[in-house]
């Protein structure tokens, strides 16, 4: 199975700052990587596919790049909405395998 | 639009079965494989495996071989997931996940509302 690490696993930010998530994996997955948002007691939803593929509805100040096995996710301006956990999950074979998540938080 | 409604909360004890459901609509429901994932309280998320609407194969988790059947009914455009052999470890929320593209099996695009699972004696 592909391991998924995250770093760093939580973090605080202000309003306004910008925020960098990484997402590593055991071995090349080329560029078949997502990126979630979840909110507490809600179901994740999708962000980025292919690691940076903006999905529909997506605010622009997220943006994802990497490839082969480092992988980052960054916020440019950090918005009041925008404080949850992130995950990545990588697509390229299954089991499909998530990171560790990284949860955002209000300094 | 694509929404997923799974079924209510369960409470289960050690060695029991539990069968959770995900009624989909807004979308061709034997084009799209659905995912099911899941999630310990305050843990990160676990794929257990997914199914072809159209077809009823599946491919599961290692983890979950022997224990887990996902299965689906055409007509009611409903899937279900049956974990057995409950144990206090599989208390989780539950969400099962439409995958992003057609005929594919790679990304959990679309998720429902989750079930959560409470297995205790």
């Known amino acids: 199975d592909i391991q998924m690490t995250q770093s760093p696993s939580s973090l605080s930010a202000s309003v306004g700052d910008r925020v960098t998530i990484t997402c590593r994996a055991s071995?090349?997955?080329?560029?078949?990587l997502n990126w979630y948002q979840q909110k507490p007691g809600k179901a994740p939803k999708l962000l980025i596919s292919a690691a940076s593929s903006l999905q529909s509805g997506v605010p622009s100040r997220f943006s994802g790049s990497g490839s082969g096995t480092d992988f980052t996710l960054t916020i440019s301006s950090l918005q009041p909405e925008d404080f949850a956990t992130y995950h990545c999950?990588?697509?390229?074979?299954?089991?499909?395998?998530f990171g560790g998540g990284t949860k955002v938080e209000i300094k | 639009q694509v929404q997923l409604v799974q079924s209510g909360a369960e409470v289960k004890k050690p060695g029991a079965s539990v069968k959770v459901s995900c009624k989909a609509s807004?979308?061709?429901?034997?084009?799209?494989?659905m995912h099911w994932v899941r999630q310990a309280p305050g843990q990160g998320l676990e794929w257990m495996g997914i199914?072809?609407?159209?077809?009823?194969?599946?491919s599961y988790a290692q983890k979950f071989q022997g224990r887990v059947t996902m299965t689906r009914d055409t007509s009611a455009r409903t899937v279900y997931m049956d974990l057995s052999s409950l144990r206090a470890e599989d208390t989780a929320t539950y969400y099962c996940?439409?995958?992003?593209?057609?005929?594919?099996?790679?990304?959990?695009?679309?998720w429902g509302q989750g079930t959560l699972v409470t297995v205790s004696s």
């Open positions: 999950q990588q697509s390229y074979s299954t089991p499909l395998t």
């Open positions: 996940a439409t995958d992003l593209h057609e005929f594919s099996s790679s990304s959990p695009g679309n």
């Open positions: 071995q090349s997955i080329v560029s078949y």
């Open positions: 199914i072809n609407p159209s077809a009823g194969d599946t």
């Open positions: 807004g979308y061709t429901f034997t084009s799209y494989y």
